[in-house]
């Protein structure tokens, strides 16, 4: 199983907000993190709001934890809201359900980490962190139906 080093989620994040701002999307926040749900990079755009670093961790984070992507964990809130409820009291609160949260995967669809995008619309959000994913070399899985 390959890992996520530092230079690499740097990369990624850089991706992502050269994506954002060749859409001109809102300041964004991108977090990347490993397979373990540990945080290898933050980088929070001048003029991003005051809770977006946790916002970006925590749609990441539910992507690792739950094995899927944000966008599935939003379906699965709308479908099971209950449940929903109850993984997140779990999670200390950790888990936003709202697209901008992408697995990470390798050649063989192995897990190295997430991407959590937040800032602008969850689906530009999303957009943002696919394509960074994706310009690295690596799957991006956001969850797609």
Do not use: Y
């Not at 888990?95 to 669809?109: T, Y």
């Amino acid at each position: 199983m390959s890992t996520l080093d530092l230079n690499t989620a740097t990369l990624i994040s850089n991706r992502a907000l050269a994506l954002g701002r060749e859409i001109s999307a809102a300041p964004l926040t991108v977090a990347v993190l490993d397979a373990g749900g540990h945080l290898i990079s933050l980088q929070r755009e001048d003029g991003a709001s005051l809770l977006r670093p946790q916002i970006a961790i925590a749609k990441a984070w539910g992507a690792v934890a739950l094995g899927k992507g944000s966008r599935a964990i939003a379906a699965d809130a709308q479908q099971r809201p209950a449940f929903i409820g109850a993984l997140n009291n779990l999670a200390d609160g950790k888990l936003v359900p709202a697209p901008g949260g992408v697995l990470i995967r390798d050649e063989r669809d192995e897990v190295l980490g997430a991407i959590g995008i937040t800032g602008d619309t969850s689906d530009i959000d999303e957009q943002c962190a696919i394509g960074a994913v994706q310009a690295v070399g690596f799957k991006a899985d956001a969850g797609l139906m």
